[in-house]
């Protein structure tokens, strides 16, 4: 039944199956079911009218009715509707049980051995095939990049390339850390291998970090050929490849492979769960070529000794015990519908004269690529009256290069009956301001 709801094969607000007729269906006694509908209505999945039934909770419009709620594409939080809060305190409430003991010691340099034996059974499965001395748990991935840009490579180069825009903090860590970078420009059409293999042969880069798919913040994914070619690269000119793969549990294209499958000498895999689980897990999980593994372990030491235990526990029996896939299947069903929605409502808008947008399947977010230098800050303060919001990618960018005019759509956190009415104001007032720039131009 959580399945069925997830999938949308019961609509919200409509009316489910009778107690009885579902007990035949299931083969199983009323009482249950009965059950089944109490775990429901705890998961705020359901909700019972008296003399009626049971009916789908209506999530978008619960929220709509809130007096003063804006539409906010800014936010790059995940839902926290879509959270299984008891779910997981079961979870943390059996690791404390199991694991009382070690919580009173410090962990292992490399993390929770039963999570890493987890998470090598779960990766395997998206291609990514190591052995469990290369797994390293961290305190999120934005601990792990810290390391590496700190800590010497093997290749005894200095300098980080980043896609331009990239992680926002990334950017700042490069710039407060005053650490040599270079940017090259990603598109919604990929990147440029040819200039790609001109900094790899000419500059003397340490590592290349992308985000392959879902990238951040614009929303794209590489080709396979373009991840096949990238693997090449960094294998002929010994540059190291950083691959944040932080959204692979939200892939619709199972042949889909990350580049660490074309090339497991050169690459850094890098896994994180703030984005669907929560933000304050701080678990992240990197994959290291061998001989990384002792330096990464040494600077890690300094950073903090071990992450948290408490966290780690929990996340290994939430994955083990089945819970960890049944919520990424009801989340990534919820994110494909709000990104189809947003791909119908671009459609059926006129903006050929003045957007240009990607048709994407899956992920958090996608971006608008304005064609006239129209003030955002403007933009955002006409659409201020109408209580929407959008995100910018300025913080995205290296402060030597320049930023592109984007927008950024954040679907987290907007009901999918509210993408129409959001998108529509956000383009409306754009072709407006695009007009008036046309005819000052003109």
Known sequence: MQRKIAQGHWKEGERLPSIRSLAKAYQCSKSTVIRAFHQLEQQHLVYAKAQSGYFVVKKGSQEDNKSGEWIDFASASPDSQLFPYRDFQHCLNQAIDRYQDSLFVYGTS????????????????????????????????????????????????????VEQPTYHLLVQLLKLAQLPSIGIERTAKGIDLDYVEHLFQTKSIKFFYTTSRFHNPLGTSYTQAEKKELAELARRYQVYIVEDDYLVDFEVDSKADPIYSYNRDNVIYLKSFSKNLFPGLRVGVIILPSELISSFIQYKSIHDIDSSMLSQAGLEIYIKNGMYQYHQEKIRAVYVSRMKKLNQVLDNLEIADTISYPVLQSGLHSHLLLKYPISLPKLQSKLDQYQVRFGTMYNSYLSSYPAKRMIRLNLSTVPEVKIEEGVTRVVKEINRLSHLQKRQFF
Do not use: C, W
């Not at 059974?121 to 998206?126: I, P, Q, R, V």
């Open 110 to 161: 490399h993390g929770l051995l039963s999570l890493i034996e987890v998470l090598q059974k779960h990766l395997a499965a998206y291609q990514v095939f190591a052995d469990l001395n290369q797994f390293v748990i961290t305190s999120g991935v934005q601990r792990a990049l810290s390391i590496l840009t700190m800590m010497p490579f093997p290749n005894q180069k200095e300098m980080v390339l």
